[in-house]
């Protein structure tokens, strides 16, 4: 690595370089070139001469286009700073304002002195993040958070253009294929298609695959079709995505060996001039933490779309592959959406004391359009859409009488409920939302709420829900709370009754996978359990492999410091009984596979990691019902369970009784 003195030389003979970077180039070549020089600088402890300038960071741009960041005005520049940091671990140059926010920071990720993250800020928060994770210079990954989203892109040449998506929610996916037929790219689009392979790992019957894949060949020449017809103006904007609700596709259905989420009839609101019109894009599938595309996607009056795939009887057999798109939004229509465009765009750049009577604005205008819908299923999904909205902003504290507004609503609805013009659930759904807002928004939010008091009544409260409405629709949610709260308030009994609910009269919701997982690990005890998976640094693995010894389980995750602190005491126990035989293993529960390696250079614990994609909803973790971490298990030697309610601190005790207590492991203590 070049010593300080070294990179201090390197970018004062760069510097001119640097200044003469013209604002033409395209961000990737920006990128290359002005990282180059903050590569080759040694990442030293304080600020001194091997500092790069605030000028010269601020030259960075983000591969990506559309990144939401800060940059500062011309007068404050030199008011700004950059100095080391650390960071989780890693070292960091930050770049801060005048008054103290994080502007930029470009980090070394896996310690090796040189910067491998270069991450973007808004209003102090990272908003987007270039990563290069095979450390050759060049980023190849892509990650936007905060109100950016939670897209999650992989460039495997390294060419700038995204080739595939590891997170991208159905929204973002909308978004996407609106922005690839606007500029005619035809590898945007692709990068949301289904591959074969992917096809293959859905887990169809072969019958079923094939269908699919004749879908999604289609849909490529579909997306070029509408490209060529122009129908989309070079300034036509993404406005809104709707479609309804996502449903779970069981195993077993069709000869399908797993379960599968999907999006039917899925559509992105478009600004097409002065028009807002529907781009149908038909179904999408969810896989792993992204969603893809099967269909191409369709514009206009008169265009026809793809039918449903998964939700139709004949499960896409016989019968027209395409069905009429409905009539397009009204005059009126168009005018509320336009309306509800300009709001959005307010509340995003809003001061926080204008943000309330603006989500009060967009309330209304969600009602509005609602009440304009000729069909009653647009208008429930608008009216959801509408809960969905003020519960969040009350949730966020950027609508203090949202609470107010849903009680309002809900006396209207149920008037109109009463007269058999809106159907009970749709008040259901609404009065759900409303409790959810008042209990999170309102009730927890107060600084002086004696949280003992407010738990028991919100599970009162529930409890009251769920029997009222025992089949509504949030049914499945309610009981996961209620079994989720009596777990945390240490009454296993009451929350295997709720899991165990969960299961009886909501069994193909997708929390029924996880409240089996629970129901195994809240009545555990004296019974052997499984666990296999595949090891972080190789090789299968099978808690069958360790019988004859005590093994501690760990769930965890890097995000969680008692999981962290728990590291010190589990390597302690490790050194001190691993030749009575003692194991540990891990079971890592984060979303970023990149996060744990990174965590387990540094840390370098001496036991077997397993990890699957998808953090709290993988495999591992639905398996025994794992909500929250950390989580330890104490296994016998005979594969029995003695605890799956242990703290770190209790561990060397429960190992004492379980060594003298075993002849196994005392035969092995004599040796």
């Known amino acids: 690595m070049p010593s300080r003195r070294t990179g201090a030389k390197f970018q004062e003979k760069n510097r001119d370089v640097i200044e003469m970077i013209p604002n033409s180039l395209c961000p990737r070549t920006l990128l290359g070139l002005c990282c180059l020089a903050l590569c080759c600088l040694a990442l030293p402890p304080n600020a001194d001469a091997a500092s790069p300038s605030v000028a010269d960071a601020l030259k960075l741009k983000p591969v990506q286009k559309g990144v939401l960041l800060e940059n500062p005005a011309a007068s404050d520049l030199k008011k700004c700073t950059i100095k080391p940091e650390k960071n989780n671990g890693a070292t960091a140059w930050v770049v801060r304002s005048p008054e103290g926010n994080v502007l930029r920071k470009f980090s070394d990720a896996d310690g090796d002195n040189v910067v491998d993250t270069w991450s973007y800020f808004r209003d102090g928060l990272e908003t987007y993040r270039d990563i290069d994770a095979n450390h050759n210079g060049k980023a190849d990954q892509h990650r936007w958070f905060h109100n950016a989203g939670a897209r999650w892109g992989v460039d495997r040449n390294e060419d700038g253009v995204i080739d595939a998506w590891k997170l991208i929610s159905p929204e973002e996916v909308a978004e996407e294929v609106v922005e690839a037929v606007r500029n005619g790219d035809s590898a945007r689009f692709g990068a949301l298609l289904l591959t074969p392979r992917e096809i293959a790992a859905i887990g169809l019957s072969k019958s079923q695959a094939d269908r699919l894949a004749k879908r999604a060949q289609a849909a490529s020449k579909t997306f070029k079709q509408l490209v060529a017809a122009g129908t989309l103006q070079k300034d036509s904007e993404f406005s809104d995505f709707g479609g309804l609700k996502p449903g779970l596709v069981p195993a077993g259905t069709r000869g399908s060996t797993k379960d599968l989420m ?161 159907p009970e659930n749709v008040l259901i759904y609404l009065k759900f939302h409303r409790m959810l807002s008042e209990y999170y928004g309102v009730t927890l939010a107060d600084p002086e709420v004696d949280y003992a008091k407010a738990q028991a009544k919100w599970m009162k409260d529930l409890e009251a829900f769920v029997e009222e409405h025992p089949r509504s629709e949030n049914g499945a949610e309610v ?10 308030s240490g009454d296993s009994e009451t929350a295997v009754k709720w899991y165990r609910r969960i299961l009886k009269d909501h069994p193909d919701n997708v929390s029924s996978e996880m409240a089996q997982g629970a129901v195994i690990r809240l009545t555990n005890k004296g019974k052997a359990i499984g666990l296999q998976g595949t090891a972080v640094r190789g090789g299968k693995f099978n808690l069958k492999q360790l019988r004859g010894k005590a093994v501690v389980i760990q769930y965890w995750t890097t995000s969680s410091e008692i999981c962290i602190a728990d590291h010190a005491v589990l390597k302690d126990l490790y050194a001190k009984h691993r030749g009575r035989g003692l194991e540990i293993v891990g079971v890592n529960l984060d979303y970023s596979r990149q996060d744990l390696l990174l965590y387990l250079k540094s840390s370098k614990l001496p036991w077997k990691q397993l990890y699957e994609k998808g953090g709290f909803d993988s495999r591992l973790a639905t398996e025994m019902g794992i909500v929250t971490v950390p989580l330890l298990v104490l296994v016998d030697p005979e594969g029995k369970v003695v605890s799956s309610d242990l703290q770190a601190a209790e561990l060397e005790t429960e190992l004492k009784k379980l060594f003298s207590g075993s002849k196994a492991l005392a035969k092995r203590a004599r040796r």
């Open 262 to 422: 999907v999006y039917e009839s899925v559509w992105a609101m478009v600004k097409n001039g002065e028009q807002h019109q529907q781009m149908q894009l038909g179904t999408m599938v969810q896989l792993g933490g992204s969603w893809k595309l099967i269909d191409g996607p369709s514009l206009g009056n008169t265009q026809e779309v793809a039918s449903g795939f998964f939700f139709n009887s004949e499960g896409g057999v016989g019968g027209s592959s395409l069905a009429t798109l409905g009539t397009p939004p009204t005059e009126k229509m168009q005018g509320v959406l336009a309306d509800l465009e300009k709001i959005d765009r307010q509340i995003t750049s809003a001061a926080s004391d204008k943000k309330p009577a603006l989500n009060h604005q967009r309330a209304d205008l969600l009602l509005k359009l609602a009440n304009l819908m000729a069909k009653p299923s647009e208008r429930d999904q608008w009216l959801h859409q509408l809960a969905d909205m003020v519960s969040a902003a009350v949730q966020e504290g950027s609508f203090p009488k949202g609470v107010e507004y849903l009680k309002g609503l809900e006396g209207k609805l149920a008037k109109q409920v009463e007269a058999g013009t809106i």
């Open 479 to 488: 009981l996961r709370q209620l079994a989720m709260g009596s777990e945390m």
